[in-house]
């Protein structure tokens, strides 16, 4: 890996892990050669720090600017993203077994304030799934979990969970405003009459709470992504009880699964992820938050249109001195 070999526009220079990757221009590339000579990505996951870098002029692209910073660069530019924040809750554990407590779970936070709070417009509230609107097999008949906290403390009454405990399981830095979603939603959760923590790890220790062999976590935050643009991405990972991500064992969930993923008639196909979705709705198996958008700052010189798929192709830019 520390040697790739390819015949892309560009090719590889140098890799300090964790520090930086350089790259420079393939002069022999099949579709000409790149208006940039080299190119520099730096792995800097402070976003104060990617500010800073980019105000400065050291940096010329940066990710995951926050939507607060917008007004602070010279350029920017926003995107429908490709990932959808989620919880997943752990369907068989002591308090979320209950189908109450996951309704009250979805009904007891407010997307629209954490949307504008959080976001100030660059999120949309995903229609009870964490299924992409974008892919193939989206349900589009699903609307929004309401919010209705009176409903949700007497649903956490009627459930007998009053002040039992839930952990929050998530991690920080990774997404966009993701300590910030986990903790919003902690809070809100908390009104309603249960006592939550929450766990905020390290992010290899994270990935093992999120598709490790242990113990599920009650609530686990992920941004999950599909490249794939097809339902089957997210169910297989999510939904199905053996997905990396699960946290569920619905037998018959994961049967309709499988049987979509094989089904060739497209009309059959979609009812059938239809169908799955609305089960994995009602029963309340996830707690989706928003769809993402992707916001990236810019220096003056840089001209780009950003990919709805992330990726930060250097020989789609150009640069204007």
């Known amino acids: ?72 660069v010279s350029k920017f530019a926003a995107v429908p993203g490709l990932e959808t924040s989620v919880f997943v809750l752990g369907t068989d554990n002591e308090v979320t077994k209950d189908p109450k407590v996951r309704e009250a779970l979805n009904l007891a936070i407010d997307r629209k304030a954490m949307a ?110 599909n490249e794939l643009l097809d339902a089957d991405r997210e169910m297989s990972f999510i939904y199905h009880k053996d997905g990396a991500a699960a946290s569920n064992s619905d037998a018959e969930m994961a049967t309709m699964i499988e049987a979509a993923r094989v089904e060739t008639d497209t009309a059959k196909r979609k009812a059938l992820y239809d169908d799955i979705q609305k089960k994995g709705h009602d029963l309340n198996y996830t707690v989706p938050l928003f769809n993402l958008q992707d916001i990236y700052g810019m220096s003056e010189r840089i001209e780009w249109q950003p990919r709805v798929d992330a990726k930060l192709m250097v020989s789609e830019m150009k640069v204007t001195e």
């Open 1 to 72: 890996a520390g040697a790739p070999v390819g015949t892309g526009p560009y090719k590889f220079d140098s890799w300090n892990r964790g520090t930086d990757l350089k790259l420079v221009a393939n002069a022999d590339y099949w579709g000409g050669e790149p208006q940039i000579d080299d190119v520099t990505y730096r792995f800097v996951t402070e976003p104060g720090t990617r500010l800073s870098g980019l105000l400065s002029g050291e940096f010329d692209v940066i990710t995951n600017l926050l939507p607060e910073f917008t007004t602070n």
């Open 116 to 225: 504008e709070g959080l976001f100030m417009g660059y999120a949309t509230l995903a229609k009870g799934s964490h299924i992409n609107p974008a892919a193939f097999g989206f349900n589009e008949k699903l609307e929004h979990y309401p919010h209705d906290i009176e409903k949700a403390r007497a649903l956490i009454k009627e459930a007998g969970a009053e002040g039992k405990p839930l952990v929050v399981v998530g991690e920080s830095g990774r997404w966009l405003k993701d300590r910030e979603q986990i903790e919003a939603v902690a809070g809100y959760w908390a009104e309603t009459g249960l006592n939550v923590t929450t766990d905020i790890q390290e992010f290899s220790q994270y990935l093992d709470s999120l598709m490790g062999d242990g113990p599920r976590p009650d609530a686990i935050f992920i941004a999950n992504s």
